[in-house]
């Protein structure tokens, strides 16, 4: 029998639910059910949340554990930026043709200030990230140990809410407009911070600078490698999109080695950097790079120009 229209509809559906809990045993009653049902259902099932609970989890399956793919989120997702590529959709990706299910869990308390942006951006994103795909994306809030703004974000970036009186549409969802208030002009960089400015003549001179300066702040050989990589992308982009010239400021404070780069161009895209590299539409190969590299990347765009901040932990 053909399918009615509705019913592929229903079927390519992404369904983006969250889940507020408030305990250990809520947080297990709302998660195991669900792949419970994804399991039953033969769905591939991955769920990609922090150590503590991936582990509660893990001992709450038993033997199912083995049929799903378990990912410590605080370490793939550490960097929300590679969430949706790295994590998500390389599961997806995996299996064409059939709905799969997901647990993921990228806000959580000790998340901190400066990477929050960045997550929230990412729960937003999700949204148009999978659309006519047919994914279902359970995400877990832990309603005592976040704070209000973080609760209220997720109402906007979530079509459906799930707590302890039942699952209910939300009155507050409005994912374009989290995405508008997080696009935010970032913090003034500090005095200390050195800037030049680089084009197609000066990008080798550039390059060897910022190492230099990482090495002198005593990064690894391995992040010196992948700074060089991720400022090389940015301004190779400033400089083929951003008006032939990027501008980049580095500094460091207590934990991070910074560098931003400038430019005079916009980036329409709102998933730029955050495609996978066979995305037919992916043409920001070079942030999504950059994201794999480094530990957390910031990003303002508007009609007056862009800044791409990146972090890199500094050595302990």
């Not at 001992?59 to 793939?76: K, N």
């Not at 995405?179 to 002009?185: A, E, G, H, V």
């Not at 003549?201 to 990589?229: K, P």
């Not at 580095?250 to 934990?255: G, L």
Request: charged content about 25%; hydrophobic content about 40%.
């Amino acid at each position: 029998m053909a399918l009615t229209t509705a019913a592929v509809d229903a079927e390519e559906r992404f369904e983006h639910p969250a889940l507020f809990y408030s305990s250990d045993e809520e947080y297990l009653a709302g998660t195991v059910p669900f792949i419970d049902t994804g399991l039953t259902a033969g769905e591939p099932v991955a769920v990609a949340v922090p150590r503590h609970n991936l582990e509660s989890v893990r001992a709450a399956l038993g033997a199912s554990a083995e049929r799903v793919l378990l990912v410590d989120m605080s370490e793939a997702g550490a960097n929300p930026g590679r969430i949706i590529p790295g994590v998500l959709r390389s599961f997806a990706d995996a299996h064409p043709g059939r709905r799969v299910r997901i647990i993921g869990e990228p806000i959580w308390p000790g998340r901190s200030e400066l990477e929050y942006p960045a997550c929230v951006q990412h729960e937003a994103l999700l949204n148009l990230a999978f659309s006519g795909r047919a994914v279902t994306k359970l995400c877990p809030y832990d309603a005592e140990g976040l704070d209000r703004r973080t609760i209220d974000d997720a109402r906007a970036t979530h079509p459906v809410l799930i707590d302890r009186d039942g699952r209910r549409l939300s009155d507050r969802y409005d994912p374009d407009r989290i995405l508008s208030d997080y696009n935010r002009p970032l913090a003034r960089p500090p005095r200390s911070a050195i800037e030049r400015t680089a084009d197609c003549r000066s990008l080798d001179n550039a390059r060897w600078f910022v190492t230099a300066y990482g090495r002198t702040v005593g990064l690894s050989a391995v992040q010196l490698i992948d700074l060089e990589i991720a400022v090389t992308e940015l301004l190779t982009n400033s400089i083929d999109h951003g008006g032939g010239v990027g501008t980049f400021r580095i500094w460091t404070d207590s934990r991070h080695l910074i560098c931003e780069v400038s430019d005079t161009g916009q980036i329409t895209d709102p998933l730029v950097g955050r495609r996978t590299s066979e995305d037919p539409e992916e043409h920001g190969r070079g942030l999504l790079l950059v994201n794999q590299v480094v530990d957390l990347v910031r990003m303002h765009t508007g009609p007056g120009g862009t800044t791409v901040r990146i972090h890199m932990l500094l050595p302990t």
